[in-house]
Structures are given as structure tokens and as C-alpha cells.
């Protein structure tokens, strides 16, 4: 009997591995991986769709509420600028004009209802004479009613300074030759500037004799080697003029240490240096000028603030190398104002 149980229990042991009930599992496995396969690939379709719409909202969430702060705050500066320029009662009073446009690099505009002053705008490298036209009309213009506006820019010359960046055209409107970070071409060469120098100067005695006003009546001022020219002519003036406003510029480092104030000057240097003391100086200049640096150009005024009583240096945040915010900034306004109805 115990035989027979053994034998009994080992056949039931044996069925159930016969061949039949492999294929049965083998199948259910086989189903069971082609399921999971398919849920793995829908869920990796599923991923593809997921994660690239995360990316999106998170960035939109980050960087939307940063612009649109940013932009309110630009807004607001630009409002309050406005505002401002609205209570110096110059953005509500512009001039006809009658323009007369000479040649590329000379052109003037004069106010129809005739004029006190004149304002004299030196242009900057590669800038035609004209290109400031629809601005000094129009209503973000910063000078006075009753100013004629004459636009001057340097003779037509290589300039290193576009071959450097690139550009198309190397020979341009410009004052002196210089290269890419405005350095003199050649070297300490100021012969180009000098002869630009005296160009200007003569044309301000033109001005002055042909328009029949006073020397206090001319204003000077420019953008950039415009700027720089402008303080050219302060440091070389003939005669005092009513003011000079210097954009983006800064001061020949030969002329820093000529015009150094020295305590054993002669009578007559002192009397110059007198005479030159109180003129009206305002320089502008951002921050974030990527062409003429602040640094370079800050550290050239100083001897400005040891030889002249009204010089002020206005400092711009955001812009770059920059003209069009620069003269509607209430100060410039008010201070050309104040210097015109003197």
C-alpha cells in the first residue's frame, strides 16, 4: 500500500510540469510582457508630451512676471520723464522751421517766428548732418523755443573705427581718425582733431557775425566724438560761449594735463584761467556705455571739477552708447532753459 501511495503522489508531482501546463504559463507570461511593453510605450508618449509643457509653463512663470515688472518700471521711468518734460514748458512749445540743408555734413533749421539763440549739434562718427532733423523739430526736442539749430559733422575721412567693427562703409563723417576703442589713429596724433578744432571755431565766429548775437548766446554740444569735440573747443575757446553740453564724450588726456591747474601761472595764464572758470558745462554719459566707457570718460572730467564752477556730470543707468534719452532728461532741459533767458 505504501508502494502504490508513493507512486500515486510522484505522478501527481510529474503532471504538474507536463508540457501542456508549461505552454500555458509560457503564454500567460508572453501576454503579460506584450501589456507592459504597450503601457511603457504610452507612457513614454505620454512624457514627449508632459515634460516640454512643463518646461514651458515653468518658464512662462519665472520670466513672464520679471518682464512684465521690468516693463512697468520702464514705463513708469519713461511716464515720469514725460511728466516731467511737460512742467519745463518745452514739450508742448516747438518751432517751424525752415530747414536748408547745404551738403551732407552742414545743415541748419531756423525758426520761423525768428530766434535769440542759436544751438550748435556736432555729430558724431558716420553721422550726416540731417539725421537729427524730425528730432530737434519735433516734440522731444530739449532746446528752446526761438533757438536756431545748426548741425555740423566732421569731414568725410577713413575711419579705423568702422573697418574694426566691420562695417560696409570705413570712409565716413568723423572728426579725427580713431580705432575700435578710441584711440587715436596714428597714435597721439592730434593733428586731425586740431584742424577739425579750428574749423569749428572759425564757424562759431561766422555764426556770431552773421546771425548778429552775442558770443553768450551760441550754445555748443554733440553726441559721442561730437561730445568730445565739444569739450575740445570749451578747453580751446576763443571767447566764452553760453554754454557746452557734452554727450557720451570725454576730454583729450593731452588736454588734462595742459589745462592742469597749476598754483606758479603767470598773470596771463591766470587771467585766462579766470576767465574760463565760471562757464557752463553739463556732460551726460551712461553707465552702460559699451563705445566710450564711463570710467574713461569720468576720470577725464576730473580736472573739470577743480577748474570750473558750474560743470555737472549726469549719469544715465540702462542706457548704451546711446543719444536718444539722453537730451530730453528734465535736467538737461531746465539747464539749457536756465542758461537761454539769462
Known amino acids: 500500500m505504501s508502494s502504490l501511495n508513493v507512486k500515486i503522489n510522484n505522478t501527481k508531482k510529474e503532471t504538474l510540469g507536463t508540457e501542456n ?30 515634460i516640454p509643457i512643463t518646461i514651458v509653463l515653468l518658464f512662462a512663470v519665472i520670466f513672464i512676471p520679471i518682464y512684465i515688472v521690468s516693463k512697468n518700471k520702464k514705463d513708469k521711468d519713461n511716464k515720469s520723464i514725460e511728466n516731467n518734460n511737460k512742467n519745463n514748458y518745452i514739450y508742448d512749445e516747438y518751432d517751424e522751421f525752415d530747414e536748408t540743408f547745404v551738403n551732407l ?40 523755443k526761438g533757438t536756431k539749430i545748426y548741425f555740423i559733422s566732421g569731414g568725410f575721412r577713413y575711419m579705423q573705427y568702422m573697418s574694426d567693427y566691420h562695417y560696409p562703409l570705413t ?28 574749423i569749428i571755431l572759425d564757424e562759431i565766429d561766422r555764426i556770431k557775425n552773421d546771425d548778429g548775437l552775442d ?49 606758479n601761472l603767470n598773470q596771463n595764464q591766470k587771467e585766462k584761467l579766470d576767465l574760463r572758470k565760471d562757464y557752463h558745462i553739463l556732460a551726460t554719459h551712461s553707465l552702460n556705455d559699451d563705445k566710450v566707457f564711463y570710467k574713461k570718460a569720468a576720470e577725464s572730467y576730473q580736472e573739470y571739477y577743480k577748474q570750473y564752477s558750474d560743470f555737472q556730470l549726469l549719469s544715465f543707468g540702462k542706457l548704451e552708447h546711446d543719444f536718444s534719452e539722453q537730451p530730453i532728461h528734465p535736467i538737461v532741459r531746465k539747464w539749457l532753459i536756465e542758461r537761454m533767458n539769462k
Not at 106 to 129: M, Q
Not at 181 to 186: I, W, Y
Request: glycine fraction near 10%; aromatic fraction near 18%.
Open 171 to 198: 570712409y565716413v563723417p568723423g572728426w579725427f581718425n580713431v580705432d575700435s576703442l578710441g584711440n587715436l589713429v596714428p597714435s597721439n596724433d592730434f593733428t586731425e582733431a586740431k584742424k577739425s578744432l579750428n
Open 105 to 144: 555734413t552742414y545743415a541748419f533749421l531756423t525758426p520761423k517766428d525768428g530766434f535769440d539763440n542759436v544751438f550748435i549739434f556736432l555729430g558724431g562718427i558716420g553721422e550726416i548732418s540731417i539725421k537729427y532733423f524730425e528730432f530737434f523739430k519735433g516734440r522731444n526736442t530739449f532746446v528752446p
Open 21 to 50: 501546463n508549461l505552454n500555458c504559463i509560457e503564454i500567460k507570461s508572453e501576454v503579460k510582457s506584450r501589456r507592459s511593453k504597450k503601457n511603457n510605450y504610452a507612457y513614454k508618449r505620454l512624457l514627449i508630451i508632459i
Open 215 to 263: 558770443y553768450k548766446n551760441i550754445f555748443i554740444g554733440g553726441f559721442s566724438q561730437g561730445g568730445i569735440m565739444t569739450n575740445y573747443v570749451l578747453l580751446n575757446s576763443r571767447h566764452e560761449l553760453g554754454g557746452y553740453i557734452a554727450f557720451s564724450g570725454y576730454v583729450f588726456d593731452h588736454d588734462l594735463e595742459a589745462n592742469t591747474v597749476i598754483y
